[in-house]
């Protein structure tokens, strides 16, 4: 799996307080190396660890950030 660039993390942190859903989305898509058009269909094709709670699902924000904090501290899922 690729690493996120900075510019791509730059990019999270920009947009992710206008629109956490689709700075989110941009971000895996590009780290899983599809487009997911939706949310859905990314949270489908991450790895367990991070949807088996079904928060992520669900879009909450807590989920939500401890899933910017993992992508902006290590570039990657």
Same mark, same amino acid.
């Given at each position: 799996m690729k690493t996120l660039t900075?510019?791509? +993390?730059?990019?999270?942190?920009?947009?992710?307080?206008?629109?956490? +859903?689709d700075s989110l989305r941009i971000a895996v898509s590009s780290l899983l190396g599809v487009d997911c058009p939706t949310w859905d269909s990314m949270t489908a094709l991450m790895p367990t660890k991070y949807t088996t709670s079904g928060a992520l699902g669900r879009q909450e924000t807590t989920a939500?950030?401890?899933l910017v904090k993992q992508l902006v501290e290590h570039r990657s899922l």
């Open positions: 900075k510019k791509e +993390v730059e990019t999270l942190l920009n947009s992710y307080d206008a629109d956490p +859903v939500m950030d401890e």
